[in-house]
């Protein structure tokens, strides 16, 4: 990205083996956001085509652009938080016919209800579908299937509810880079993992806590677009794996900004995070994942 501008990358990935986009908002233009697609050579030299808009109007107000990619279908989907109009909006493309830039289709908006939201997460299961997630202004996250069609729109089934909040608890799960979501092969269901940081009551060592964070996750299982997705695990319990910490001086201090991965060889994820004691460190943990009816297991987490 030029130098003269001020981005904020919010994330990347690559659509095939020498492809790739990158999304991120600019910072010195009143946080429009804006994508780059990418490309590397033979001899491993890098090309970045010119950064464009996403929504239509290019609005101000833009927050936390995310994306996935269907390596099956080499459809690509983003989920930005438009604020300028309490939306969120979705947005589906393909490579191509020069290889040299992305053919979108129409920006499909989901009504946030109120401004102010950013935390939102987007997965790929590799078949054809998505599963999105986003904040709505009444404090809970909505679930939805997406897919493309044949000109590229996107198809939304309906939405199911996670409530992580009420009074005093989880608002400040709402931001960039608070959340995040894989699709686990293994078990046929997306795992969505978000940082809480605000709540008051941690229910693990049954103490009143403050100055924390800890994380939260659940499982969303697609249902097609005729549906809302199944929910499970979609409970204010916190998760109480690798961050884990049973020292009540720093019990509510379990990790911010959650990162996720997912190896379909293996069936193993790796959840990363910052640890918010002993100097705020990043921290990894590698996870096994059994089915949708449970939290995966972990191994001790470890300093990255």
Same mark, same amino acid.
């Given at each position: 990205?030029?130098?003269?501008?001020?981005?904020?990358?919010?994330?990347?990935?690559?659509?095939?083996?020498?492809?790739?986009?990158?999304?991120?908002?600019?910072?010195?233009?009143?946080?429009?956001?804006?994508?780059?697609?990418?490309?590397?050579?033979?001899?491993?030299?890098?090309?970045?085509?010119?950064?464009?808009?996403?929504?239509?109007?290019?609005?101000?107000?833009?927050?936390?652009?995310?994306?996935?990619?269907?390596?099956?279908?080499?459809?690509?989907?983003?989920?930005?938080?438009?604020?300028?109009?309490?939306?969120?909006?979705?947005?589906?493309?393909?490579?191509?016919?020069?290889?040299?830039?992305?053919?979108?289709?129409?920006?499909?908006?989901?009504?946030?209800?109120?401004?102010?939201?950013?935390?939102?997460?987007?997965?790929?299961?590799?078949? $054809?579908?998505?599963?999105?997630?986003? /904040?709505? &202004?009444?404090?809970?996250? %909505?679930?939805?299937? @997406?897919? +493309?069609?044949?000109?590229?729109?996107?198809?939304?089934?309906?939405?199911?509810?996670?409530?992580?909040?009420?009074?005093?608890?989880?608002?400040?799960?709402?931001?960039?880079?608070?959340?995040?979501?894989?699709?686990?092969?293994?078990?046929?269901?997306?795992?969505?993992?978000?940082?809480?940081?605000?709540?008051?009551?941690?229910?693990?060592?049954?103490?009143?806590?403050?100055?924390?964070?800890?994380?939260?996750?659940?499982?969303?299982?697609?249902?097609?677009?005729?549906?809302?997705?199944?929910?499970?695990?979609?409970?204010?319990?916190?998760?109480?794996?690798?961050?884990?910490?049973?020292?009540?001086?720093?019990?509510?201090?379990?990790?911010?900004?959650?990162?996720?991965?997912?190896?379909?060889?293996? $069936?193993?994820?790796?959840?990363?995070? /910052?640890? &918010?004691?002993?100097?705020? %460190?990043?921290?990894? @943990?590698? +996870?096994?994942?059994?089915?949708?009816?449970?939290?995966?297991?972990?191994?001790?987490?470890?300093?990255?």
């Amino acid at each position: 990205m030029c130098i003269r501008d001020r981005y904020r990358t919010q994330d990347v990935t690559w659509i095939n083996d020498d492809k790739f986009i990158i999304t991120g908002r600019k910072m010195n233009d009143s946080n429009r956001v804006r994508y780059i697609f990418g490309s590397v050579d033979a001899n491993g030299a890098i090309t970045l085509g010119t950064p464009y808009g996403l929504i239509t109007g290019d609005p101000t107000d833009c927050w936390n652009p995310k994306v996935a990619v269907d390596r099956s279908t080499g459809k690509i989907m983003v989920v930005i938080q438009n604020n300028n109009v309490s939306f969120t909006a979705v947005r589906g493309g393909v490579i191509n016919g020069a290889g040299n830039d992305i053919d979108w289709g129409a920006v499909m908006n989901i009504q946030a209800n109120g401004t102010g939201q950013r935390a939102c997460a987007i997965a790929s299961d590799n078949n $054809g579908g998505f599963m999105i997630a986003c /904040r709505n &202004a009444n404090h809970d996250m %909505k679930f939805r299937h @997406a897919q +493309l069609d044949s000109n590229n729109d996107v198809d939304l089934s309906n939405d199911a509810s996670w409530t992580y909040y009420n009074t005093g608890n989880g608002s400040t799960a709402n931001g960039e880079n608070k959340a995040c979501m894989e699709y686990i092969q293994s078990v046929g269901a997306y795992w969505y993992v978000t940082e809480d940081s605000n709540r008051i009551y941690y229910s693990p060592n049954r103490i009143w806590i403050s100055a924390g964070g800890f994380l939260r996750a659940c499982w969303a299982k697609s249902n097609g677009t005729r549906s809302s997705p199944t929910m499970t695990q979609a409970t204010q319990t916190p998760f109480t794996g690798p961050s884990a910490n049973t020292d009540p001086g720093a019990a509510g201090q379990l990790g911010y900004e959650p990162g996720l991965s997912y190896d379909s060889v293996t $069936g193993k994820g790796i959840l990363s995070y /910052r640890r &918010a004691f002993g100097g705020g %460190k990043p921290m990894g @943990a590698v +996870l096994t994942f059994t089915d949708s009816s449970v939290q995966p297991t972990y191994t001790a987490a470890t300093e990255l």
